[in-house]
């Protein structure tokens, strides 16, 4: 059998490994997962019990809360999109006065961490300063 290419859950998993490891071991890396993606009647009904239970149109892929800040960090491929509701989602965080990046590559995630004021235990090799 051949697997899928699945380019934003492979990026996924190499951000979340980095983040354990960057970040201090009090931080949480989280991600919730926001759709079902089973088609047909089923999965439309499983979808609208996720969003009875409080799943949030355009939620970000991960979110890290560490030492009093929040991140969210929303996860595409190189070619990949915001969908309008993930573009509201950004408004209302950014609102807000939390983090929001983007991030296509896991140079742009240990730069958003930077860019958002995480101390880390690594340099990003972005060459943006780690705090």
């Known amino acids: 059998m051949t ?11 190499a951000v979340v490994t980095a983040l354990r ?19 047909g009647p089923r999965g439309a009904r499983r979808q609208a019990i996720l969003v009875g239970m409080g799943v949030y149109p355009g939620f970000a892929d ?10 969210f960090l929303e ?14 989602f950004r408004v209302a965080v950014l609102a807000q006065g939390f983090g929001w990046a983007l991030v296509r590559t896991l140079d742009d995630a240990l730069g958003a961490l930077a860019d958002h004021g995480f101390a880390t235990r690594v340099a ?8």
């Open 75 to 88: 996860l595409k491929s190189p070619t990949g999109r915001l969908t309008p509701a993930q573009e509201a």
């Open 62 to 71: 991960l979110v890290i809360l560490c030492e009093g800040r929040a991140l």
């Open 21 to 39: 490891f960057a970040l201090p071991k009090s931080a949480i890396v989280h991600h919730s997962a926001n759709e079902v993606t089973e088609a």
């Open 124 to 131: 990003s090799p972005t060459g943006r300063a780690a705090p």
């Open 3 to 13: 697997r899928r290419k699945t380019p934003e859950a492979d990026l996924q998993r």
